[in-house]
């Protein structure tokens, strides 16, 4: 659980949420991402998009992926910060992850657009900035909803002791 919840749950909550592994939170997301899309109706294309991001939007949590796409990135007073916030990695990772794929591809009809994959790489980029307020970015709220309910919901699940957790490397 990452210092970027300081301010939504208690001390207690992300000790909780800590025990929860990645591919559990992000099965999670996935499931209420696609209940979300399917009470907003949201469009197929955008739904496509919104799955996605729901997948791609904690990688930057897996050791390997950290070892990987590690960046430097400075603060306002020129320091350096360390260690980079998952959101950002997930971001490069995707972004890159998306222009690779796009390359491989032998039709147009298979390939992502520049705009959706600057869409997924900013809505990544920023889903845990207290820049991002609700409200302003469509694609965004979707993303923070999801997450929110998945939290929700594990933390319910965690004080019924109902939660099956196979902690499968977070």
Do not use: W
Request: proline share 3%; glycine share 4%.
């Amino acid at each position: 659980m990452d210092d970027n919840y300081t301010t939504i749950y208690t001390e207690t909550q992300r000790d909780m949420l800590r025990t929860i592994s990645l591919f559990e939170h992000t099965c999670g997301v996935y499931f209420h991402m696609s209940v979300l899309c399917d009470e907003e109706e949201a469009p197929p294309h955008y739904k496509d998009i919104l799955l996605f991001l729901a997948l791609a939007h904690d990688f930057g949590k897996n050791k390997v992926i950290q070892s990987n796409y590690e960046l430097v990135e400075y603060d306002e007073n020129g320091k350096a910060i360390y260690p980079t916030p998952h959101e950002k990695i997930s971001a490069v990772f995707a972004r890159r992850y998306l222009i690779e794929y796009n390359k491989r591809q032998t039709s147009d009809r298979f390939r992502i657009s520049q705009q959706d994959i600057d869409i997924i790489f900013e809505t990544l980029y920023i889903h845990h900035s207290d820049k991002s307020p609700r409200g302003k970015n469509l694609v965004l709220d979707y993303l923070k909803e999801a997450d929110f309910r998945a939290r929700a919901q594990e933390l319910e699940t965690i004080k019924e002791g109902t939660l099956n957790n196979v902690n499968l490397g977070s």
